[in-house]
């Protein structure tokens, strides 16, 4: 399983990305798929998850009403919708995937990470 993520970049406070992890290998429903982050600094923290089998959508409390997951069967690409991007969102966020039912147990595949900085 390879993991490609993309769409990284420098955004002013308030803007919006769209980050793309492109999944093969296996299909989408087969895997549980999460984007996670980290900082300068910081340990690495889940964002978002979605589970295997009943596709449940799980978010950190940092990223609720503001980023949304979701998935494209068709492309086997997983999206990552980011809104209202405040400074402390500057970190490189990867995309990862796990045959397990969810992301909180270890992930078996990463994807390389891309880089979202947020900054006036």
């Known amino acids: 399983v390879q993991l490609q993520a993309s769409g990284g970049g420098l955004v002013q406070p308030g803007g919006s990305l769209r980050l793309s992890c492109a999944v093969s290998?296996?299909?989408?429903?087969?895997?549980?798929i999460g984007w996670f982050r980290q900082a300068p600094g910081k340990e690495r923290e889940q964002v978002a998850c979605?589970?295997?089998?009943?596709?449940?959508?799980n978010y950190a409390d940092s990223a609720k009403g503001r980023f949304s997951i979701s998935q494209d069967n068709p492309k086997n690409t997983v999206y990552f919708q980011m809104n209202k991007l405040v400074f402390e969102d500057t970190a490189v966020y990867y995309c990862?995937?796990?045959?397990?039912?969810?992301?909180?147990?270890?992930?078996?595949?990463w994807g390389q990470g891309t880089q979202v900085t947020v900054s006036s």
């Open positions: 979605i589970s295997r089998d009943d596709r449940a959508i």
């Open positions: 990862a995937a796990s045959g397990g039912y969810g992301c909180l147990y270890g992930m078996d595949y």
């Open positions: 290998g296996l299909t989408l429903d087969d895997l549980a």
